[in-house]
């Protein structure tokens, strides 16, 4: 088994549920294509411990089953229900100019163009219809959501740790929140 260094680890993975009595386990993929999440070596913990190997895969509705080298029951499929299947990030491929791993992100300060807090980087999801950036704001503005495009979201800064958003005017507006009053 082999240990990696935790800030070397991407989240690329999660054990959605066990699937039929064989040990196989339903898995959502959060790679950009995701069958590739299951190429990239074995899958380690979030402190960098090797725990599993997948050995076959196939796609389903919502997700994937996997089937794993470790020897697995139903139960052991079962008990690891929401567990996060992280990578070292040397095993995924180099990126492109503007692309970036979501998980590099989270966290990120949210500025707008003109230099004001929005908050922080919450979250990534795409429920459907495109990436959405999960915007944690600042106690008047509460969690929102912003389209992950580049007409809302022109610069980001991994080394500035900065992300710059061109929201909607009516995003967190206190003329929105009291009702349109003003």
């Known amino acids: 088994m082999t240990t990696q260094p935790a800030a070397d680890l991407v989240f690329v993975a999660a054990i959605a549920a066990a699937h039929g009595v064989r040990g196989e386990c339903k898995v959502k993929s959060f790679t950009g294509d995701p069958a590739a999440a299951f190429s990239y070596g074995p899958f380690l913990d979030a402190a960098g411990k090797e725990i599993l190997r997948a050995k076959r895969w196939r796609p389903i509705k919502d997700g994937w089953v996997v089937a794993f080298d470790q020897e697995?029951?139903?139960?052991?499929?079962?008990?690891?229900?929401?567990t996060q299947l992280f990578v070292p990030r040397s095993a995924l491929p180099q990126l492109d100019d503007e692309e970036y791993y979501h998980s590099d992100l989270i966290g990120l300060t949210v500025q707008g163009l003109d230099g004001s807090p929005m908050g922080k980087l919450k979250g990534v999801h795409d429920f459907g219809s495109g990436d959405l950036l999960e915007i944690t704001g600042t106690p008047e503005r509460g969690d929102w959501f912003l389209p992950f495009t580049r007409d809302f979201v022109p610069h980001i800064s991994l080394t500035d740790r900065l992300i710059t958003i061109d929201p909607p005017e009516d995003v967190g507006s206190k003329d929105e929140e009291a009702g349109g009053e003003g």
């Open 72 to 82: 697995l029951s139903r139960e052991d499929a079962a008990a690891l229900r929401g």
